[in-house]
């Protein structure tokens, strides 16, 4: 349209422009699907919460109510509640009595310790700002491009 103004791409001397900065904020699969799981929409998700959620997915993928899911399945539930088949947890960390089934007790029993592990300030419930992940390195190559090298 005419209201907009290109943005200039520089003019081949000197340094190549940079490009966008990347996030520095970002949030694992398994995280983004945490926050789905508040129920009551408070910004807070809670293990009670959690497991009604999971039992829920659970039910989803496991049609023939055996109360037990292959690895493929599992792999349908990843990609339906994760966003791809191959997002963590693995079925092989989460089947834990290596029958290669999994049950919503080991479901259950997994994201539990991932609770755990994102729940900072340990009171119980998990936040957006809980689940988000900083990045350390924001932007590799900056160093080098800022001193000149190649």
């Not at 945490?34 to 959620?53: F, K, M, Q, V």
Request: include cysteine; charge should be negative; hydrophobic fraction near 35%.
């Amino acid at each position: 349209t005419a209201d907009r103004v290109p943005i200039p791409m520089g003019s081949g001397k000197g340094p190549p422009p940079v490009g966008p900065t990347p996030p520095s904020l970002v949030v694992e699969p398994v995280a983004m699907m945490i926050a789905t799981c508040d129920a009551d929409g408070d910004g807070r998700t809670s293990r009670d919460e959690l497991y009604r959620c999971l039992a829920k997915s659970f039910a989803a993928i496991d049609t023939g109510n055996s109360g037990k899911i292959g690895y493929i399945a599992f792999a349908d539930w990843a990609e339906r509640y994760l966003g791809d088949r191959t997002a963590l947890p693995s079925p092989f960390e989460t089947d834990a009595d290596g029958d290669n089934k999994i049950t919503l007790a080991e479901l259950d029993a997994k994201f539990d310790q991932i609770f755990t592990r994102f729940d900072v300030n340990k009171d119980g419930f998990l936040t957006r700002a809980e689940l988000l992940t900083v990045r350390a390195v924001l932007n590799p190559g900056y160093e080098k491009r800022r001193k000149g090298a190649p």
